[in-house]
């Protein structure tokens, strides 16, 4: 009998959006850049991908991180993103949930460390309990006011924003944002993101939108926004979402509705905060956007030749 592969890992959630860290037993993916390093992920290790996140030992709703050598020795480590479906470029909450475990596994200390992401070189500020600051990647509005025919539910109107992935934003949509509609957002969601395919509509070079996000007004009286954003693999995301916030950001600061350094708090579905604010350096827009991390769980991941689901089960 051969003994299992062992993946250790470490979960965490932020604002409600659990990340599992993969801190050792991952695969070698080379010495090349984060970027390079995804696609030797995607195109020689998938089932690992699989293996870690999708059922039956994760669910739909976890975010992978892969940690790695930096190429960059000022960076702390590499990070690979990735979920139920495939990868992503960056990952707010679970950057934070990143810094978090890295702090839980005697890595970092309070102060000011940098990852490298497939998109580039992120910081995060963590205070050295569960609060963390990410300096995301430059973030910007791609078009404006985009117009697509949803199915059973007619046009739509919102704008195209890079928060480190592709989101689609949309505030006047007619529903609900409460946790109680989320079988219903998430089809609705769903269906918008069918509809930017379908009129092939995408961010810069032809990217896919693969992330769309409602706004509505928020429960919580210090916050600006509650959103709704369904993610690649149809998961909801519980925190307010990183990438979509700078996406936000960068759409609010583009009509003149945030200014540099104002703080702007967006509220989940769930009820969990994210305060972002952004700073402009020469052409670029950055946004910061802070939250916590708790860490759930470590723990050891077993991967055994002899079960039919070893690689998860994928859809
Ligand atoms: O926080 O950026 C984020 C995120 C993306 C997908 C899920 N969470």
């Not at 078009?143 to 689609?168: H, I, L, S, Y």
């Not at 827009?285 to 002899?306: N, Q, S, V, Y």
Request: net charge negative.
């Amino acid at each position: 009998m051969t003994s299992p592969r062992r993946i250790h890992v470490v979960d965490s959630h932020t604002g409600g959006e659990p990340t599992r860290v993969i801190v050792d037993g991952g695969p070698n993916l080379g010495r090349g850049t984060m970027a390079e390093r995804l696609a030797v992920f995607r195109d020689a290790h998938d089932e690992l991908r699989s293996a870690v996140v999708n059922e039956p030992r994760g669910s739909d709703v976890i975010v992978g991180a892969l940690l790695c050598e930096p190429v960059d020795p000022s960076c702390v480590a590499g990070v690979i993103f990735f979920n139920n479906v495939g990868y992503l470029g960056m990952c707010g909450h679970g950057t934070i949930g990143v810094a978090v475990t890295l702090a839980h596994l005697g890595r970092i200390g309070a102060g000011i460390h940098r990852l490298e992401t497939p998109v580039g070189i992120v910081t995060v500020d963590f205070n050295g309990q569960n609060m963390v600051t990410v300096e995301n990647v430059p973030s910007y509005r791609y078009t404006t006011a985009v117009t697509v025919d949803v199915e059973g539910f007619g046009p739509m109107t919102g704008d195209v924003a890079w928060g480190g992935n592709w989101f689609f934003l949309v505030s006047d949509h007619g529903q609900e944002l409460e946790l109680a509609n989320v079988e219903h957002l998430t089809d609705f969601t769903w269906r918008i993101r069918q509809a930017l395919n379908r009129q092939a509509i995408s961010g810069a070079n032809g990217q896919a939108i693969d992330h769309i996000e409602l706004f509505g007004p928020p429960r919580n009286p210090t916050a600006q926004s509650r959103n709704f954003v369904v993610c690649p693999g149809k998961a909801y995301d519980r925190s307010p979402c990183g990438t979509g916030t700078s996406a936000k950001l960068a759409c609010l600061y583009a009509d003149g509705k945030v200014r540099e350094g104002e703080v702007w708090r967006q509220e989940s579905i769930v009820g969990s905060i994210f305060d972002g604010r952004v700073a402009v350096r020469g052409d670029r827009l950055i946004p910061f956007i802070t939250g916590t991390a708790f860490i759930t769980a470590e723990g050891t991941l077993l991967l055994d030749d002899r079960d039919p689901f070893r690689t998860g089960i994928r859809r």
